[in-house]
T-cell receptor
Framework: KAGVTQTPRYLIKTRGQQVTLSCSPISGHRSVSWYQQTPGQGLQFLFEYFSETQRNKGNFPGRFSGRQFSNSRSEMNVSTLELGDSALYLC??????????????FGPGTRLTVL | TQLLEQSPQFLSIQEGENLTVYCNSSSVFSSLQWYRQEPGEGPVLLVTVVTGGEVKKLKRLTFQFGDARKDSSLHITAAQPGDTGLYLCAGVNNNDMRFGAGTRLTVKP
């Protein structure tokens, strides 16, 4: 079956702009989690959606938001971009909610560069 | 401060050598997962360990979960260039999971 897909793969934006990233989970998976990965901080959890409801949220400012659609596809939005938002943004899907021992399948990520 | 501390941060070895990487925490986890991430890709789950003291083997990779379920190690025997990548551990507890910053392994031919 098809894996997790993320679009776009690469994105360059300038400070102050906003950006929307998209994630399509594996068919049948209802949980989508978003992570920010940077060399200094590693993988940091942003939020998780399960059946269109935000189930968990990490310690990120309100500029980071997300949503999930009825087909389980998810989007995350970052408003008023800052230089420090440059990172690889990963989404992961799973059958069960995150944190319940289950396999998370990661997408290849969107590399966001903020100039 | 990382909830999970991984060491070493970087490791560069020659093909055929053995190595061990560590994942330590002051917290107890119900389970711990190891992932490998290759350049341009997302992390891929290698193993989940659940029981304190558990040892799991995956070909040349041996994973151990500490007796107290606070730490874990990954040992690779006779490393190959294909083992190159970022190794991440993730602790699962209370419907939450946290990742370490990873060990970046380079195996030179």
């Amino acid at each position: 079956k098809a894996g997790v897909t993320q679009t776009p793969r690469y994105l360059i934006k300038t400070r102050g702009q906003q950006v929307t990233l998209s994630c399509s989970p594996i068919s049948g998976h209802r949980s989508v989690s978003w992570y920010q990965q940077t060399p200094g901080q590693g993988l940091q959890f942003l939020f998780e959606y399960f059946s269109e409801t935000q189930r968990n949220k990490g310690n990120f400012p309100g500029r980071f938001s997300g949503r999930q659609f009825s087909n389980s596809r998810s989007e995350m939005n970052v408003s008023t971009l800052e230089l420090g938002d440059s990172a690889l943004y990963l989404c992961a899907s799973s059958l069960a909610p995150r944190g319940i021992t289950d396999t998370q399948y990661f997408g290849p990520g969107t590399r966001l560069t903020v100039l | 401060t990382q909830l999970l501390e991984q060491s070493p941060q970087f490791l560069s070895i020659q093909e055929g050598e053995n190595l061990t990487v560590y994942c330590n925490s002051s917290s107890v986890f119900s389970s711990l997962q190891w992932y490998r991430q290759e350049p341009g890709e997302g992390p891929v789950l290698l193993v989940t360990v659940v029981t304190g003291g558990e040892v799991k083997k995956l070909k040349r990779l041996t994973f151990q979960f500490g007796d107290a379920r606070k730490d874990s190690s990954l040992h690779i025997t006779a490393a190959q260039p294909g083992d190159t990548g970022l190794y991440l551990c993730a602790g699962v507890n209370n419907n939450d999971m946290r990742f370490g910053a990873g060990t970046r392994l380079t195996v030179k031919p």
